[in-house]
């Protein structure tokens, strides 16, 4: 498990620490308009990209299974039937964005001048939008072969360009937000360029060699789409929950949108760290359940489970002392560091809260078992609404205190899920593979 995930956890807190150098460059920018206006657009992407996220996970899920079942053949057609799908979707986007990204970013809110920012970023943005998706995939199938530290170097070196392409942009070339736009494209151009030459360095070790026949293979894309739609239909509630969160937030003044936008920033530190075990867990447990080896399976989830509980405690106790300290460094705005300091108690407490459901996202991801993640995420998007109604007196506190709920129904729901198979449907497959 540290094996796996230590490089993962470096790949992935590097996301975040991208965010929040962006942060802490627009941060200290003598106008908020600029902060909020990366704050939307960020968002944006958020739903647009990770819409399909479930390009990473479902091929990494699949991809394990593959790599237990020994099928590099299978693995290899996966590979690029997920790449097409990603071109297509990230050309289509490109096509829509005229009319797509100026209605999102006036359906999520803000300040006029903040959206008018906002969709100027966009615009810019949403030309990676092929290589982002195609990363997406390279990513899942090379965390699928256990291959994390390719994993790492292909993160390291997107987001290490994207730091030092948005310092120069922005605070050499003075371009504010568009700058941190037209950072990210270039990186994410020159990781799919470093992804496509590692995999095909890579392929020379599996057993089969690639073929554009392979894309036509109807039956595996079937079972593609099979895992994919429930795993499409879980991040759209996801995305919805955060970008409402962010739309409330805007509708509350441009203050409240960046110090939630400065917390927020912090949330995804912690999340990253923590699926870092979570991803090493799906590509375990895939593995396992590949070679219908479900005591290996178990004993992948324990060590995920004691990993991502002693991060999370790390994290509270981190954010409970040094909160304060943290906000300044992201922001030098004084109304913006009162406010994000009134709501920073809700910081503390949500990576103990939160810790289960990435590591159940993990666990079923691996198990190729992506109904119950939809079923969990859309239950807690029933809690989240009505909660956030009915403390709308609460104002800004409201809104949390309703994020929050959602994070423990998602833990609570899909833990209970995962005792109830691995006591049954789990434990009868560990039963017939001994039998057998």
């Known amino acids: 498990m540290w094996r796996l995930s230590w490089p993962i956890i470096l790949s992935n807190i590097s996301v975040p620490l991208l965010g929040l150098v962006g942060t802490a460059v627009i941060g200290h920018l003598p106008d908020a308009r600029y902060l909020g206006a990366v704050t939307l657009a960020t968002t944006l992407f958020n739903m647009l990209f990770w819409a399909f996220g479930f390009l990473r996970m479902g091929t990494t899920g699949l991809t394990s299974q ?21 071109v297509s979707v990230g050309v289509a986007l490109i096509v829509l964005s005229p009319w797509l990204v100026p209605a999102a970013v006036r359906l999520i809110g803000g300040a006029p001048e903040v959206q008018a920012l906002a969709i100027s970023f966009a615009h810019i943005r949403i030309f990676s939008a092929p290589a982002v998706l195609s990363n997406y995939v390279i990513l899942g199938w090379f965390l699928g072969q256990q291959r994390a530290r390719t994993t790492l170097l292909l993160t390291i070196t997107s987001n290490a360009a994207n730091v030092a392409l948005t310092l120069a942009l922005v605070l050499g070339a003075g371009l504010h937000s568009d700058g941190v736009a037209w950072a990210a494209l270039v990186a994410d151009y020159l990781a799919l360029g470093l992804g496509i030459a590692l995999v095909i360095r890579h392929s020379h070790r599996l057993s089969s060699q690639f073929a554009l026949g392979m894309l036509g293979n109807m039956e595996r894309y079937r079972a593609l789409f099979q895992v994919n739609k429930h795993l499409f239909i879980r991040t759209l509630a996801l995305l919805f929950v955060n970008s409402f969160f962010t739309s409330r937030g805007a509708a509350s003044g441009t203050t409240i949108l960046a110090a939630n936008a400065v917390l927020l920033e912090f949330i995804m530190l912690t999340s990253y760290a923590l699926d870092g075990f979570a991803q090493a867990g799906e590509a375990l447990t895939g593995r396992a359940a590949g070679a219908q080896r479900f005591d290996q399976f178990g004993a992948a989830v324990r060590a995920c489970a004691r990993f991502s509980v002693y991060t999370s405690l790390g994290a509270a106790l981190i954010f409970a002392l040094a909160g304060p300290w943290l906000i300044d460094v992201l922001t030098s705005i004084d109304a913006v560091r009162q406010a994000a300091r009134e709501y920073l108690p809700w910081l503390v407490a949500m990576p103990v809260i939160a810790v289960w459901s990435y590591l159940m996202d993990g666990v079923f991801v691996g198990a190729i ?55 049954g449907i789990w434990a009868d497959a560990a039963t017939r593979h001994e039998l057998h």
């Not at 078992?369 to 409201?398: C, E, I, K």
């Open 66 to 86: 593959a790599h237990g079942r020994r099928h590099d053949n299978e693995a290899r057609a996966l590979l690029l039937q997920s790449l097409a799908l990603a």
């Open 369 to 423: 078992a992506t109904r119950p993640m939809r079923d969990t995420l859309l239950l807690s998007v029933a809690v989240f609404l009505p909660v956030w109604y009915l403390s709308q007196g609460l104002g800004n506190h409201g809104l949390w205190l309703a994020f929050t709920l959602f994070m423990v129904v998602r833990s609570v729901s899909l833990s209970a899920i995962y005792v109830h198979h691995r006591r």
